[in-house]
């Protein structure tokens, strides 16, 4: 019982001290202190600086409304939280209001669902317990900034295959800075950086392009660059950012040159690389064999600390393939059937670029390896499952192999990285050598200010599949015969945004919040006391103040009437 009397008289001399400091300095200047570990009620730098720029009063819809179940009001409530922390911090207004785009008058709602869509925010089915039965409703995760001109949306339910739906509800609740002033910055954003795409060694067929333009084009400007009208490093120099995916032909000397200097004077370059020639359109009957295939840029990413190798990997958590099936009357049957080449990664790093994504869709996807590089971080971003297996060149690619069930005590190995992301001061793959003609030597640098690098074992990570039935290119992570959207579009955005800047936006997709029960033997034990503490304490000490201020009121008056 004594120690309860210490806790109580320490709780009450705490909450005391607290309300007189909080009142004295109330009275001289308005102030905002977040007492909690994880500064859930503070914004970073980041989100300071874009909300310096704000010109006008912005308005957020809130399109999760309603009755919901724990954990999604729990959600709700965040949200609205979040948006109230930023108008804390915002030199103009930011209200919010919520609003269920199933309540709308019938003729515009179909019309907003389809707009909603269109900004990410798909419609999620809802199920909950609700008087002794299951009901399902639609709900949409997702918020719409607007200011006087324009609008912009984005959804924030969010997170990695294998979730448990509270471990997605916190990871979410986690991201929603990020997202909201995300969502902000491209709604009032004036400039937009350059990211190039190389072109010029088969990198993109047709339409396979569209899927990086379409991911980019809200921050971005895109702009194709074929490297053998690039004359100088300073005309790659205005690109933030470069993508180099699935080239198919050689770089000569001059064109790498130009790729390591970019690099050397600080530039990002994220390289999706095929190290197998892989041709479908032999793989039918008895199908091909994946080879080898020299891009010349393997040595350049020796020198930088990582090897893409000659392999394919297999996993049990695996896409599907379109493969004719046979036919019906004079129409052919396309069946899609599983594929192991088809690599479905859902372990992520906890990384601002992958913490939280969704899996991702690979096609033929190799293995890398870390070598020596002094100075240079490596990340690996990205891992297969713990059923994976390494199948080296020369290898069969055969469709007829759809068919046969994979033998699961092959599948061996775990966890085998995909994604490699190196930052820092990078040594030139020129050092030492004679470098090419044609440029001047004083402009020329051996060792690099700091830059970034991403690769993947994989070209078609980026690359955009088309829709048979309509001809069109699709989305990155959209596929035609898929069931669920992969995350590819999802990673590319935050690949580029945290190579351009590590400190922006994107550092705030690492803020954790953590989960605290209550214990449940203090609950049943002590239950009344801390009743005591958290309701009738605080009413207590209200009602205590009242009563002296009302008894030094009574006094003060008393001595100053004098009767007549």
Do not use: C
């Not at 999802?490 to 214990?519: C, W």
Request: glycine share 8%; net charge negative; hydrophobic share 40%.
């Amino acid at each position: 019982m004594n120690a309860n009397i210490k806790i109580f008289t320490k709780s009450l001399l705490g909450i005391v001290s607290i309300w007189i400091f909080a009142f004295l300095a109330n009275e001289f200047t308005i102030f905002r202190w977040d007492l909690t570990e994880e500064g859930r009620y503070s914004v970073s730098e980041a989100t300071m600086e874009v909300l310096a720029d704000l010109e006008e009063p912005l308005e957020v819809e809130i399109l999760l409304t309603g009755t919901l179940p724990g954990g999604m009001r729990r959600f709700q409530k965040s949200i609205e939280e979040t948006v109230k922390t930023l108008n804390a911090y915002s030199p103009y207004p930011i209200r919010f209001f919520y609003q269920d785009p199933l309540t709308l008058p019938e003729d515009i709602r179909e019309e907003y669902i389809f707009t909603l869509a269109d900004y990410g925010i798909i419609p999620t089915n809802l199920h909950a317990s609700e008087a002794g039965g299951k009901t399902t409703r639609m709900i949409f995760p997702g918020v719409v900034v607007r200011n006087e001109e324009y609008e912009v949306g984005t959804l924030l339910l969010k997170g990695e295959k294998g979730m448990s739906s509270d471990e997605i509800l916190n990871n979410s609740i986690e991201n929603l800075e990020f997202e909201i002033s995300t969502a902000i910055k491209r709604l009032i954003s004036r400039h937009q950086h350059a990211v190039g795409l190389i072109i010029g060694h088969g990198e993109m067929e047709e339409d396979e392009g569209f899927g990086v333009v379409e991911a980019l084009h809200e921050d971005f400007e895109i702009y194709k660059i074929p490297m053998e009208q690039a004359e100088k490093v300073e005309d790659l120099l205005e690109f933030e950012a470069l993508i180099i995916a699935g080239p198919r032909e050689l770089f000569n000397e001059r064109e790498k040159f130009l790729l390591d200097q970019y690099l050397m004077y600080g530039g990002n370059l994220l390289v999706f690389l095929d190290p197998l020639a892989v041709d479908l359109k032999e793989a039918g009957g008895e199908g091909t064999v994946a080879m080898p295939y020299d891009t010349g840029l393997d040595d350049l990413l020796f020198r930088y600390g990582i090897r893409v190798n000659k392999d394919l990997v297999q996993d049990l958590n695996y896409g599907y393939h379109p493969v004719v099936a046979g036919d019906f009357g004079d129409q052919p049957q396309i069946v899609p059937l599983p594929w192991p080449f088809y690599v479905l990664a859902g372990r992520m790093a906890t990384h601002p670029i992958t913490k939280g994504l969704d899996q991702l869709q690979f096609r033929f996807v190799s293995t890398l390896d870390t070598v020596k590089a002094d100075g240079i971080r490596k990340t690996p971003l990205v891992f297969s499952s713990d059923y994976s297996k390494v199948l080296n060149a020369p290898l069969r690619v055969a469709f007829e192999d759809m068919t046969v069930q994979p033998d699961v005590e092959t599948f061996g190995s775990q966890r085998l990285p995909l994604i490699y992301l190196l930052e820092g001061e990078f040594t030139s793959y020129f050092k030492n050598r004679f470098i090419p003609e044609g440029f001047a030597k004083d402009f020329f640098r051996e060792e690099g200010t700091m830059g970034r690098l991403l690769v993947a074992g994989d070209g078609s990570l980026v690359k955009s599949m088309v829709d048979p039935s309509s001809g069109e290119p699709m989305p990155l992570g959209e596929e035609p015969f898929g069931e669920n959207m992969s995350a590819n579009r999802d990673f590319l955005q935050n690949a580029i945004h945290y190579m351009l800047n590590p400190e922006g936006l994107i550092s705030t997709r690492v803020k954790q919040y953590q989960i605290r029960p209550l214990n449940r033997v203090k609950i049943q034990n002590q239950k009344g006391f801390w009743q005591v503490i958290n309701v009738a304490m605080p009413i207590g000490i209200i009602l205590s103040i009242g009563l002296a201020n009302y008894l030094r009121r009574r006094r003060k008056y008393e001595k100053g009437y004098s009767p007549n």
